[in-house]
């Protein structure tokens, strides 16, 4: 069993930057891989990135490519997501997500593990 606890959400001005952070607990965790997914007001929710349970690897959608960074601390069992030069319409509640290592899955259904969520706010 995976618990997940999201933190560092806030409101920031277009163009500022945040820094989430999310603490797994479990003893495997280290071998999941995990990710983050968003749902803005009145949203589908969506993928936002992925990470290996190496680190190595990560992957990201294009809204959030070249902006948003994901990395990871396995010995501090915690996933970051570095948001730089935000914009307005990534307001959101961000989620942590964590599955078994496998193959790169950027739906929701195919993460069992979820955090409650972290509320971000751009304002423009």
């Known amino acids: 069993q995976v618990q997940l606890v999201e933190s560092g959400g806030g409101l920031v001005q277009a163009g500022g930057s945040l820094r989430l952070s999310c603490v797994a607990s479990?003893?495997?965790?280290?071998?999941?891989?995990m990710g983050w997914f968003r749902q803005g007001p009145g949203k589908e929710r969506e993928f936002v990135g992925r990470?290996?349970?190496?680190?190595?690897?990560?992957y990201y959608a294009d809204s959030v490519k070249g902006r948003f960074t994901i990395s990871r601390d396995n010995a501090k069992k915690t996933l970051y997501l570095q948001m730089n030069s935000l914009k307005p319409e990534d307001t959101a509640v961000y989620y942590c997500?964590?599955?078994?290592?496998?193959?790169?899955?950027?739906?929701?259904?195919?993460?069992?593990?979820w955090g409650q969520g972290t509320q971000v706010v751009v304002s423009s």
């Open positions: 997500t964590a599955r078994a290592a496998g193959e790169l899955v950027t739906t929701s259904s195919g993460y069992p593990y």
């Open positions: 990470i290996n349970w190496t680190g190595a690897n990560t």
């Open positions: 479990g003893r495997t965790v280290g071998s999941y891989d």
